[in-house]
């Protein structure tokens, strides 16, 4: 199931809701928690109208974790930032790792 998210901020030094792993970045995503950028990417159904290859890559989704978590929302819309925010990913390969 397609869910729309947004992402809300970076976490740092911690680690990934889905798969336990450690983070140096960590990316908050509203109402879902915090998740590495991998598994974002996979979790996310390919866009070939908005990214070239489908997904963006986990750099770029890091950086705009940190865009998140330093500006306020009126310097991301001055920025253009606002729709690069909202992501569209499948909740279902984003299951919360059982430890």
């Known amino acids: 199931m397609t869910f729309q998210t947004k992402i809300i901020g970076a976490d740092f030094q911690t680690n990934c809701d889905c798969c336990g792993r450690a983070l140096k970045v960590g990316i908050q995503l509203s109402g879902l928690g915090v ?5 974002i990417r996979a979790a996310m159904p390919a866009d070939r109208k908005r990214y070239s290859q489908g997904r963006p890559d986990a750099a770029w989704l890091r950086t705009l974790a940190k865009i998140a978590a330093r500006d306020t929302a009126e310097q991301i819309a001055r920025m253009g930032y606002a729709q690069s925010l909202m992501l569209n990913v499948n909740i279902d390969k984003l299951e919360k790792a059982t430890t």
């Open 35 to 39: 998740y590495g950028a991998d598994c």
